[in-house]
């Protein structure tokens, strides 16, 4: 076994690191690095506490699976602009819980994101897709893509997921772009929380008295037959947690993949050519993206060993899935786009007991995306130099703050 080599703070600063703004899309050089390096640095995250960087492939998911590392005491924050806001942890919280409380959850949730129950959905969210397109192409001027596109259509999604009446959606998506978003200062995230909360148990209570046919109803029909049942707060915290991971996440792939499409004219080529490569395709951009910015903290409950590092009990690791999904051991040319890779095995959703419960969704959702968008719009370019592009770097989901594209007028 080697000698551990732990970096001191200074050697990379803080976490999340900023990647290279000529390189938007590629993993900061500094993880990149490190994975071709022995041993590992630690360094200071936001959260207030030191970890060491996990960054290569085989050892991320090492360190994903090992029941010795563990997510309850991870801090629960949200990062804005200049900070980070703290947020207690909520029963109902999947991302913070470990053991049989953390299987319990999941296993009353899994019936929901089945292939057959997700794949029931497409027509739903192509419809989606195609009426925004809809009203984009009835417009003249240059749109953002983000702002009229990416994030409505997930977080319609999810209101559908949900059973959020018709009604509410409007309003329902005005507070969740606030609570998903970077610009927002501390006291409009902490309002847009407190209405989310408010409104997701109002919807809670509805449910619990009368169950409907949607995630949330069937999910307490479930925990009650099953002898289960959920408290209020559970439900509330579990939709709320539904909501920010499969809005932010789907959101941000939609505009990032598209921009770093534009960007690769004969992959794009390729699939304008072929619409059933998007099947492929999403996974490729899920690789090459990796938009998980903030990595993936755990704390070790005793010593353990990762690769030939040995962790001691109570200190912080963090996995990095960008410098992870481009590990070329794995990935051959992984920093280059190809959308006829099987890039299934990536890190994008995670990996291990909490690997994303909601991965089905947003693969139909970018598929559909990636068919449906450049299909109708051929001529999608953008409408503003490059390098007039705004990343999100203090983001815990990277991605563009917005998009500006135009097209011919003869798209359809």
Excluded at 103 to 115: D, G, S, Y
Excluded at 184 to 204: H, I, R, Y
Excluded at 209 to 230: F, H
Aim: aromatic residues 6%; negative net charge; glycine residues 8%.
């Amino acid at each position: 076994m080697s000698e551990t080599k732990v970096g001191t703070r200074s050697e990379l600063g803080s976490f999340p690191t900023e990647r290279d703004p000529r390189c938007p899309f590629d993993p900061p050089t500094e993880y990149v690095e490190l994975r071709a390096q022995e041993g590992t640095a630690s360094l200071a995250c936001p959260v207030g506490v030191d970890a060491r960087v996990v960054s290569r492939y085989d050892d991320v998911r090492a360190m994903l699976t090992n029941p010795h590392l563990s997510s309850h005491a991870a801090p629960s924050t949200h990062v804005v602009a200049g900070g980070v806001l703290d947020r207690p942890v909520a029963p109902g919280s999947l991302l913070n819980m470990d053991g049989p409380g953390h299987a319990r959850l999941r296993r009353l949730l899994t019936p929901e994101f089945t292939v057959k129950r997700i794949q029931a959905m497409r027509p739903y969210i192509r419809g989606l897709v195609d009426d925004h397109l809809d009203a984009l192409l009835a417009r003249t001027g240059p749109v953002d893509l983000v702002a009229d596109f990416a994030l409505p259509i997930p977080s319609l999604v999810i209101c559908e997921l949900l059973g959020v009446d018709y009604a509410d959606r409007d309003r329902f998506q005005e507070q969740t772009a606030v609570l998903v978003g970077t610009n927002s200062d501390p006291a409009a995230l902490e309002q847009a929380n407190l209405e989310v909360v408010g409104f997701m148990t109002q919807l809670v209570l509805t449910k619990l008295e009368t169950p409907t046919d949607d995630l949330l109803g069937r999910l307490i029909v479930r925990a009650r037959e099953t002898g289960q049942e959920l408290s209020v707060e559970e439900l509330v915290t579990l939709g709320i947690t539904l909501l920010i991971a499969g809005h932010e996440t789907t959101a941000n792939m939609i505009g990032l993949s598209t921009l770093a499409l534009l960007r690769q004219p004969d992959q794009l080529a390729a699939l304008r050519a072929d619409p059933e490569l998007a099947g492929t395709a999403v996974d490729e951009m899920l690789r090459y993206l990796s938009i998980v910015h903030f990595g993936v903290l755990r704390q070790a409950t005793g010593d353990l060993t990762i690769g030939d590092e040995e962790i001691k009990a109570g200190e912080w690791l963090v996995a990095v899935l960008s410098a992870g999904n481009r590990d070329e051991s794995v990935f051959p040319d992984a920093d280059r786009i190809d959308l006829k890779r099987e890039a299934t095995a990536h890190l994008a959703f995670g990996y291990g007991i909490h690997q994303c419960l909601g991965q089905q969704l947003a693969r139909v959702e970018l598929q559909e995306v990636f068919a449906r968008l450049h299909q109708r719009i051929p001529t999608l370019r953008l409408a503003v130099p490059f390098e007039d592009i705004e990343f999100k770097d203090n983001a815990l989901v990277y991605g563009v703050r917005a998009l500006p594209v135009t097209w011919d007028g003869e798209d359809a």
